[in-house]
């Protein structure tokens, strides 16, 4: 007669509920996954009719930006980080639309709507410049490079109403950044 065999049913017992727990987490992450993909989608189905009323000639990526309404008790940050949640931020990714007279700055809200958090004329563009985090020009890489990511701002420089204005773009590479710098100084008329 073994020694532990009055355990035999604990120890089975202890086994069985971690083959539930381990199925309940499994349950958890896949709905977690289909939920976030259906909200893509739908931010997705949103943006692409978004761009269609508005007869959008093009859009694309255009980094993350300070959003403008911190949630209460919290403080802007300096900087973003590079890991940025995709919740409750006080950065928000945006896609900027070149419309026929204007550009715009949108970004998706979590139920699928699309929010314009900028416009201004195309005209109205002086300049576009990718520096770093002190403000210093970053030359244009001559390729993608697979380096660890590295802060970089586009440089929008735009005329407001005739005094000189810019707006900053934060991007997790250089490479990001310069792809974005270029096609905001196409859409320069």
């Known amino acids: 007669m073994p020694l532990f065999r009055r355990y035999r049913p604990l120890g089975f017992a202890l086994y069985a509920m971690d083959l539930y ?9 896949e709905t977690r996954r289909a939920t976030e993909l259906a909200t893509r989608e739908r931010l997705k189905d949103a943006r692409l009719q978004w761009l269609e009323e508005n007869g959008a000639e ?8 300070p959003d403008e309404a911190p949630s209460p008790g919290e403080h802007r940050l300096p900087e ?10 006080m950065w928000m990714q945006v896609f900027a639309v070149v419309l026929p007279s204007d550009l715009a700055f949108i970004r998706g809200e979590e139920l699928g709507e699309i929010v314009e958090v900028g416009r201004l004329p195309r005209s109205a563009i002086r300049d576009v410049d990718v520096v770093d985090q002190a403000g210093v020009h970053i ?20 005329t407001n109403e005739g005094t000189p204005d810019e707006d900053r773009f934060a991007f997790r590479s250089t490479w ?11 859409a320069k008329r």
């Open 21 to 29: 727990e381990d199925a309940l987490r499994e349950v958890d992450e």
């Open 58 to 65: 093009r859009s694309f990526p255009c980094g993350l930006v």
């Open 80 to 89: 973003p980080r590079l890991n940025v949640p995709r919740t409750k931020g």
């Open 139 to 158: 030359p244009a890489p001559a390729s993608e490079t697979f380096e660890p990511p590295k802060l970089a701002f586009a440089v929008l420089r735009w």
């Open 176 to 186: 990001m950044a310069w792809q974005a710098a270029r096609w905001l100084l196409e």
